[in-house]
T-cell receptor, first 114, second 114 residues
């Protein structure tokens, strides 16, 4: 059961373009939405995260947009660079009976062409 | 400060065998979580350990088990290996238990079951 649906599976963008990765969820118990970046041979690394009471968060060239009513959130990468080529995962965290549950989207393989 | 280390990095086992993977968290981190990453199922949470106790468990069969030692190092064991257990197994550590918001991943152990 996929609790967080991520799209697209893969994305190719020219350098300087703005790749957009989208995620959607159903469970309203989720209260924290992190994004991870994973390079080949490495584990995922936390990139940026947002809570549902905020509609947008920026950190450097990375921006999360959050639409609570639509239960959707997306990652935008401004002025994308070849070094941004990686797999990106959205995720959602809920707290149930004091225990955190973390679920990931399926991932998006992003390629930034020079 | 050294990151999360996992050993071995690569492992090939035969169906029916068992395997033990090791994880050393970041110095001072006392919580260790394990994840399975496959192309088909993506990233899935296995379990979390803190103070040598399992705090949280994902939806995996009993063949998957783990433990944590007094120095916070953790091991994960998979018994009676199946072909479907081929995956990248990731370990993540955090300073406090259940703090999935701020966890750091190791590079993973690539397990291939033949």
């Amino acid at each position: 059961q996929q609790q967080v649906k991520q799209s697209p599976q893969s994305l190719i963008v020219q350098k300087g373009g703005i790749p957009i990765i989208n995620c959607a969820y159903e469970n309203t118990a989720f209260d924290y939405f992190p994004w991870y970046q994973q390079f080949p041979g490495k584990g995922p690394a936390l990139l940026i995260a947002i809570r549902p009471d905020v509609s947008e968060k920026k950190e450097g060239r990375f921006t999360i947009s959050f639409n609570k009513s639509a239960k959707q959130f997306s990652l935008h990468i401004m002025d994308s660079q070849p070094g941004d080529s990686a797999t990106y995962f959205c995720a959602a965290i809920s707290v149930i009976q004091g225990a955190q549950k973390l679920v990931f989207g399926q991932g998006t393989r992003l390629t930034i062409n020079p | 400060k050294a990151g999360v280390t996992q050993t071995p990095r690569y492992l090939i086992k035969t169906r029916g065998q068992q395997v033990t993977l090791s994880c050393s968290p970041i110095s001072g981190h006392r919580s260790v979580s394990w994840y399975q990453q496959t192309p088909g199922q993506g990233l899935q949470f296995l379990f979390e350990y803190f103070s040598e106790t399992q705090r949280n468990k994902g939806n995996f069969p009993g063949r998957f088990s783990g433990r944590q030692f007094s120095n916070s190092r953790s091991e994960m064991n998979v018994s009676t290996l199946e072909l479907g257990d081929s995956a990248l197994y990731l370990c993540a550590s955090s300073l406090v238990p259940g703090q999935l918001y701020e966890q750091y991943f190791g590079p993973g152990t690539r397990l291939t079951v033949t």
